[in-house]
Every structure is written in C-alpha cells, then in structure tokens.
C-alpha cells in the first residue's frame, strides 16, 4: 500500500521559510519511477499545483506564485521529497499535499496523480 507522508508545516510570521517533506512507502516501483508533485488548497478555493519535480531530478517547475521562493528537490536513496519555501507570504497559508505521478508528463496536472499524501498546514501570519 503506497503511503506518502508530509511533515514539517507549522506556522510563520511572513518572510520566514519552512522546509516540507515528504516521505514515500510502499511503491511498486523504486520512487525514481516517478514524477512528484507538490499542490496547496487555501480554505475556499481549489486545489492549486506548486512545484513537479522530474523522476530523476533532473527537470522543476513552479507556479508563477512561488518562483524565487520555493525550490523543490528529491533524494530518491531516502525516498523522500522536499520543498524548501523562503519568503513566505500570508497568501502561502494552505495545507500543502505532496503525490507521485507514474506519468512522466503529470506536471501541475493534479487529475495526473496517481498518490497522495494527507497533507500539512502551512500558516503565515504575523
């Protein structure tokens, strides 16, 4: 049974930076099979993708909102997804959900995404 946990949400004052992780079990495949993705859902709105990160590392991409800020990485010995967030901003404030894609082209496609995690919040308030 494939289980993807997120950690390491809480909350900040704007400007301050976390890191999420995100770890993976229970796969078919090696977790460098797969694309990994991170989204966000603010209260009241829809689920948003916020960083994909290629199987082997190799290949990121961002949300306009989050470029400059976020960086996503993966270590796949650790079978484990990051994504560091810097220079969080109030409109950050959302529970961040990491998944893995088998599809190579899932991108910030969420209906792309095969596993979900249960998600952690991030709140930035001052």
């Known amino acids: 049974q494939p289980q993807l946990v997120e950690s390491g949400g809480g909350s900040v004052q704007p400007g301050g930076s976390l890191r999420l992780s995100c770890g993976v079990s229970g796969f078919t495949f090696a977790l460098d099979f797969y694309v990994m993705g991170w989204f966000r859902q603010a209260p009241g709105k829809e689920r948003e993708g916020v960083s994909w990160i290629s199987s082997g590392g190799e290949t990121t991409n961002y949300a306009d909102s989050v470029k400059g800020r976020f960086t996503i990485s993966r270590d796949n010995a650790k079978n484990t997804v990051y994504l560091q967030m810097n220079n969080l901003k109030p409109e950050d404030t959302a529970i961040y959900y990491c998944?893995?894609?088998?599809?190579?082209?899932?991108?910030?496609?969420?209906?792309?995404?095969?596993?979900w995690g249960q998600g952690t919040q991030v709140t930035v308030s001052s």
């Open positions: 998944a893995a894609a088998a599809w190579a082209r899932a991108g910030l496609d969420s209906a792309s995404y095969d596993y």
